[in-house]
Nanobody, 124 residues
Framework: QVQLVESGGGLVQAGGSLRLSCEASGRIGSRYTMAWFRQAPGKEREFVAAIRWSGNSTYYADSLKGRFTISRDNAKNTVYLQMNSLKPEDTAVYYC?????????????????WGQGTQVTVSS
């Protein structure tokens, strides 16, 4: 069993920044991908960014490259999402998830465990 707990969401003005955290606990092992997804009201859950267990490989949604940065601290079993230059369209619930596939997956269907989500609201 794996537990994921997100934190760091909140209300921010357009152009501002937030850093989300996702702490993992339980039997997560050592070879996995952790990813961030987001879901806005009335929309499907969409891929944001992912990072492999080693930290050497990252992947981003094309539309978010340059504004969002994913990183990890293995000593703390924590993955971060630094979000800069936020826009109102970034408003969503942000989820972290873990997958043990051999490549980075962007489909939410392939992720095995999910956190409860953290709300990010960007005001114009």
């Amino acid at each position: 069993q794996v537990q994921l707990v997100e934190s760091g969401g909140g209300l921010v003005q357009a152009g501002g920044s937030l850093r989300l955290s996702c702490e993992a606990s339980g039997r997560i092992g050592s070879r996995y991908t952790m990813a961030w997804f987001r879901q806005a009201p009335g929309k499907e859950r969409e891929f944001v960014a992912a990072i492999r267990w080693s930290g050497n490989s990252t992947y981003y949604a094309d539309s978010l490259k340059g504004r969002f940065t994913i990183s990890r601290d293995n000593a703390k079993n924590t993955v971060y999402l630094q979000m800069n230059s936020l826009k109102p369209e970034d408003t969503a619930v942000y989820y972290c998830a873990v997958d043990w596939g051999v490549v980075i997956a962007t489909s939410p269907d392939l992720y095995d465990y999910w956190g409860q989500g953290t709300q990010v609201t960007v005001s114009s």
